[in-house]
Structures are given as C-alpha cells and as structure tokens.
C-alpha cells in the first residue's frame, strides 16, 4: 500500500494498491484500492501516454463515494476551485453523493484548469441545508449535478421549508456573450396547508393548489431577472 500523487494541489489517493504495467509508449496503472480522506475509491485504471512527446498525457476515470462536503471539498482544491466559482461554502450542505470522473490532462508542473477536459458526474442524495439560501430550510434533495471546465448544471428534487420543488440550476465559469451566467428554476404545487411554513399567514385561507413557477437569470454583472 501507498500513496499516488495526480494532480498538484489535489489531496494523493492513500493506502493505495497498484500495479502497473508499461511500454515504450504509455504505462497503465490499476489503483484496486484507496481512499482520499474520507472519500471511497472503486477500482480504476489511470493511464500515462505520449512517452514519445515533449509533454505527456494522463487519463483519470474516477470512481468515488463520500459525503456532498468532502466530495466539493476535494473538487474546491487547486487547479479546479469549483465550490468557490459557484459561490457555494462547503460546509454548508450535508448529504451524500456517488460520483463518476473523467480528468484528462498534460503532465504540466503548473497545470491550470483551461489544459484540463473535465467532465463529473455526481449523484446527491439527502442533500440538506439551512445556510445555502437565507431563511430557506432545504430536505430530503435529490439532484443529478454535471461539471466540466466552462460550466456547471444540477436538476432534481429538494424540500423547500418542507415544500417539494422540481429544481434546475446552470452556471457558467467563464463569460459567454449572450448568456447568462447563471439561471435557475423551480417549480411547486403549495398546498393550502404549507403556506404557514413559509411565514405568509395571509394565504393559510387559501384552498386547494397553488402553482409556483420561478424563473431566474443573472449576468456578469450580477444584475438579475426574476420572473
């Protein structure tokens, strides 16, 4: 057992099992076993390539599992800093996730996110929180997020102050002219009975369904629209 080193700036795959195999060209190496952290590792094969080139190339396809804090904790590291381009504090969602991997990248010592392809694919579950959004107690989420290199997206399912709501969310890490930045939806069906938990006393008489529809867009400005 040991540990291997991936990236700079990333934590190294502890009590690590390996075994490698190489040519002139490329080496592969099977990690069997490991952890970062807290993080679970299924198997997987990283290769090395180009041997031949000025500037080798390496191929992750990762396999983890762990809590949603440790998950964006690891992806918050340098070069990728993915939390903080969202704007999201770690510690302030809980839940768990099972997440699939893709880095491939120059073998580079000063490795910025614009050489890497990224593509993530996590799975969350039990998401919960009463910081992410001020004065909103969310439950019970589950959501199916996508990251690469220009941009995040997540859709699913979350509790809102106990109300379900379908959700999405898009988030685009650089500028891109005639988008916006961010957007989001989320849609309800209140009923007549959950209005108290969200302090408007005024409709507790309402009856039956209300249908909530919101719509949000942002641009690099931070100047928004909200319909």
Same mark, same amino acid.
């Given at each position: 057992?040991?540990?291997?080193?991936?990236?700079?700036? *990333?934590?190294?795959?502890?009590?690590?099992?390996?075994?490698?195999?190489?040519?002139?060209?490329?080496?592969?190496?099977?990690?069997?076993?490991?952890?970062?952290?807290?993080i679970?590792?299924?198997?997987?094969?990283?290769v090395?390539?180009?041997?031949?080139?000025?500037?080798? &190339?390496?191929?992750? #396809?990762? !396999?983890?599992?762990?809590?949603?804090?440790?998950?964006?904790?690891?992806?918050?590291? #340098?070069?990728?800093?993915?939390?903080?381009?969202?704007?999201?504090?770690?510690?302030?969602?809980?839940?768990?996730?099972?997440?699939?991997?893709r880095?491939?990248?120059?073998?580079?010592?000063?490795?910025?996110i614009?050489?890497?392809?990224?593509? &993530?694919?996590?799975? +969350?579950?039990?998401?919960?929180?009463?910081?992410?959004v001020?004065?909103?107690t969310?439950?019970?989420?589950?959501l199916g997020?996508?990251?690469?290199?220009? !941009?995040?997206?997540?859709?699913?399912t979350?509790?809102?102050?106990?109300?379900?709501?379908?959700?999405? +969310?898009?988030?685009?890490?650089?500028?891109?002219?005639?988008? #916006? *930045?961010?957007?989001?939806?989320?849609?309800?069906?209140?009923?007549?009975?959950?209005?108290?938990?969200?302090?408007?006393?005024? +409709?507790?008489?309402?009856?039956?369904?209300?249908?909530?529809?919101?719509?949000?867009?942002?641009?690099?400005?931070?100047?928004?629209?909200?319909?």
């Amino acid at each position: 057992k040991g540990s291997v080193n991936y990236i700079d700036g *990333m934590p190294a795959v502890e009590n690590a099992k390996a075994d490698a195999e190489f040519d002139l060209n490329k080496m592969s190496v099977l990690i069997s076993k490991g952890n970062i952290g807290t993080i679970q590792i299924n198997p997987f094969t990283l290769v090395m390539s180009d041997f031949d080139k000025p500037v080798q &190339v390496i191929d992750i #396809p990762l !396999k983890l599992s762990g809590s949603v804090q440790d998950i964006m904790r690891l992806i918050d590291n #340098p070069p990728m800093h993915y939390a903080q381009a969202v704007g999201l504090s770690v510690d302030s969602i809980t839940g768990q996730s099972i997440v699939e991997a893709r880095l491939k990248f120059p073998m580079l010592k000063a490795l910025a996110i614009k050489d890497m392809d990224v593509a &993530v694919h996590a799975d +969350l579950t039990n998401v919960a929180s009463t910081q992410l959004v001020k004065g909103l107690t969310l439950s019970q989420g589950a959501l199916g997020l996508d990251v690469d290199k220009t !941009k995040l997206e997540a859709k699913g399912t979350v509790n809102v102050n106990a109300t379900p709501f379908q959700i999405t +969310l898009s988030q685009m890490f650089t500028d891109a002219a005639g988008k #916006p *930045m961010r957007e989001a939806t989320a849609h309800a069906l209140i009923k007549e009975d959950q209005w108290k938990a969200w302090g408007i006393d005024a +409709l507790n008489g309402t009856k039956g369904t209300t249908v909530l529809s919101l719509q949000l867009a942002q641009d690099s400005a931070l100047n928004a629209t909200v319909t």
